[in-house]
């Protein structure tokens, strides 16, 4: 009798125990468990992330209470109740690596140069876990369980990136768990493959160079890699520099690159005419160096912006030409201010220039770089909607003049006439 009371005070107090630990809000969809996912990945919140999996307590409770009481079920979770340290892997307040993950790849991800702040969700594909001798039984208690790809899209930097997603399990009509494990930059699950093939050979060569603990390159856990403690740009190098092999790349890659600064410039052309510029400097990810550049900008009352052609010489002058290339303009940047000219390609006439650099808001920024990836641009000698009411509004205005002087003309005209009437009538008296 004693030790039946103290078994339900110790499921009791699992149970007190598995109300604290409950995620408020557990989604009833995949869908909303891979938002919240993702909302723990760009808000970098460990603690969420904590609370999207079941207790050790919950799962034990369902084994000792199974909602399927049948024969075959009870035999099946007889395995369970004599295996229950198998639980433990799904808790991450006893299976540490789940938050290593977590934390690995948030920290691959920055040193890949994604802006987890501006991350959403572009698709996600899942295919179903099926239990392996280990979790005979388990089946019963948590009937679906899936694995599979989550795509990413970071609108500021304009890559996508593919995690590798595994032990989302459906219990009691939620959805909890998620267990991230590694994350390359990938568009499709075909790259993400061949890039995490080339990762893992380079893992393995490392540690049989080295001798590093067997941690930094993790097997294969239910059919996914965790190479998360490396970051991807680290990767790529130390392959190059450390082996010396040329190592399959697919050509998208060798010609991408990475947005890394963002600057906005105000000033004006002769010290009369307003001008904004837009200008973004970009890395390539094979060397890590800047090596490209792009913008936007607009002078007068243009109402779009102008895509700029940016090239920086060795000795640090730009050339920034319009596209289509109707003008140029040639500057130096010194103490985050931009002095040179403006010069119409046509007849040679220009402006000189001044633009001093400037801060926005995210907003405007985001705003810009809209412009500037959709390619809603304009060109420099296109009449803005101001410049053509104003010239309609000369136009008028100068018929208006012809009118008054051609309708004072016939009014002199007929003063004119009586006067000289009465000269004549003068005359002949």
């Given at each position: 009798?004693?030790?039946?009371?103290?078994?339900?005070?110790?499921?009791?107090?699992?149970?007190?125990?598995?109300?604290?630990?409950?995620?408020?809000?557990?989604?009833?969809?995949?869908v909303g468990l891979m938002n919240n996912v993702v909302g723990c990945l760009s808000h970098k919140d460990s603690t969420g992330y904590f609370y999207l999996f079941p207790p050790f307590d919950s799962l034990w409770a369902l084994v000792m209470h199974p909602p399927d009481r049948s024969p075959e079920a009870l035999r099946d979770l007889n395995h369970l109740k004599e295996h229950p340290k198998s639980l433990l892997q799904f808790d991450p307040m006893y299976n540490h690596q789940i938050m290593a993950r977590f934390l690995n790849v948030l920290t691959k991800g920055e040193d890949s140069g994604i802006h987890w702040d501006n991350v959403v969700i572009q698709r996600y594909e899942l295919s179903k876990m099926i239990p392996n001798r280990d979790l005979v039984g388990y089946n019963r208690i948590v009937p679906e369980r899936f694995?599979?790809?989550?795509?990413?899209?970071?609108?500021?930097?304009?890559?996508?990136?593919?995690?590798?997603?595994?032990?989302?399990?459906?219990?009691?009509?939620?959805?909890?768990?998620?267990?991230?494990?590694?994350?390359?930059?990938?568009?499709?699950?075909?790259?993400?493959?061949?890039?995490?093939?080339?990762?893992?050979?380079?893992?393995?060569?490392?540690?049989?160079?080295?001798?590093?603990?067997?941690?930094?390159?993790?097997?294969?856990?239910?059919?996914?890699?965790?190479?998360?403690?490396?970051?991807?740009?680290?990767?790529?190098?130390?392959?190059?520099?450390?082996?010396?092999?040329?190592?399959?790349?697919?050509?998208?890659?060798?010609?991408?690159?990475?947005?890394?600064?963002?600057?906005?410039?105000?000033?004006?052309?002769?010290?009369?005419?307003?001008?904004?510029?837009?200008?973004?400097?970009?890395?390539?990810?094979?060397?890590?160096?800047?090596?490209?550049?792009?913008?936007?900008?607009?002078?007068?009352?243009?109402?779009?912006?102008?895509?700029?052609?940016?090239?920086?010489?060795?000795?640090?002058?730009?050339?920034?030409?319009?596209?289509?290339?109707?003008?140029?303009?040639?500057?130096?940047?010194?103490?985050?201010?931009?002095?040179?000219?403006?010069?119409?390609?046509?007849?040679?006439?220009?402006?000189?220039?001044?633009?001093?650099?400037?801060?926005?808001?995210?907003?405007?920024?985001?705003?810009?770089?809209?412009?500037?990836?959709?390619?809603?641009?304009?060109?420099?000698?296109?009449?803005?909607?101001?410049?053509?009411?104003?010239?309609?509004?000369?136009?008028?205005?100068?018929?208006?003049?012809?009118?008054?002087?051609?309708?004072?003309?016939?009014?002199?005209?007929?003063?004119?006439?009586?006067?000289?009437?009465?000269?004549?009538?003068?005359?002949?008296?």
């Amino acid at each position: 009798m004693k030790y039946f009371l103290a078994v339900l005070l110790l499921i009791a107090g699992f149970t007190s125990l598995a109300g604290k630990r409950r995620y408020r809000g557990e989604p009833r969809t995949e869908v909303g468990l891979m938002n919240n996912v993702v909302g723990c990945l760009s808000h970098k919140d460990s603690t969420g992330y904590f609370y999207l999996f079941p207790p050790f307590d919950s799962l034990w409770a369902l084994v000792m209470h199974p909602p399927d009481r049948s024969p075959e079920a009870l035999r099946d979770l007889n395995h369970l109740k004599e295996h229950p340290k198998s639980l433990l892997q799904f808790d991450p307040m006893y299976n540490h690596q789940i938050m290593a993950r977590f934390l690995n790849v948030l920290t691959k991800g920055e040193d890949s140069g994604i802006h987890w702040d501006n991350v959403v969700i572009q698709r996600y594909e899942l295919s179903k876990m099926i239990p392996n001798r280990d979790l005979v039984g388990y089946n019963r208690i948590v009937p679906e369980r899936f694995k599979g790809y989550l795509f990413v899209r970071d609108v500021v930097g304009r890559l996508t990136f593919c995690i590798t997603i595994t032990e989302i399990q459906k219990i009691n009509g939620y959805f909890f768990g998620g267990q991230v494990i590694n994350m390359l930059e990938a568009s499709t699950i075909e790259q993400y493959l061949k890039k995490e093939a080339e990762e893992q050979k380079y893992f393995e060569w490392l540690a049989k160079s080295r001798q590093i603990d067997s941690a930094k390159s993790d097997s294969v856990k239910n059919g996914l890699l965790d190479t998360s403690a490396v970051t991807l740009d680290s990767a790529i190098i130390k392959r190059q520099a450390l082996l010396g092999v040329n190592l399959i790349e697919d050509d998208s890659f060798k010609g991408r690159r990475e947005v890394v600064d963002r600057r906005y410039y105000e000033g004006k052309f002769d010290d009369e005419i307003p001008v904004k510029l837009f200008v973004r400097y970009m890395k390539d990810l094979r060397t890590g160096k800047i090596n490209a550049y792009d913008g936007l900008y607009k002078f007068g009352d243009q109402v779009s912006y102008v895509l700029l052609h940016i090239v920086r010489s060795d000795d640090g002058k730009w050339t920034m030409e319009d596209n289509p290339p109707i003008g140029t303009m040639e500057l130096e940047l010194k103490n985050r201010v931009y002095t040179g000219s403006w010069t119409n390609n046509d007849n040679q006439t220009g402006y000189d220039v001044e633009l001093k650099q400037t801060d926005i808001s995210a907003s405007k920024l985001m705003q810009l770089e809209k412009i500037l990836d959709l390619g809603m641009v304009g060109r420099s000698d296109e009449t803005s909607v101001t410049g053509k009411k104003n010239k309609a509004a000369q136009e008028t205005k100068k018929k208006d003049d012809d009118n008054k002087r051609v309708k004072k003309k016939q009014e002199d005209v007929k003063e004119e006439k009586p006067k000289k009437r009465a000269r004549a009538n003068n005359d002949d008296e």
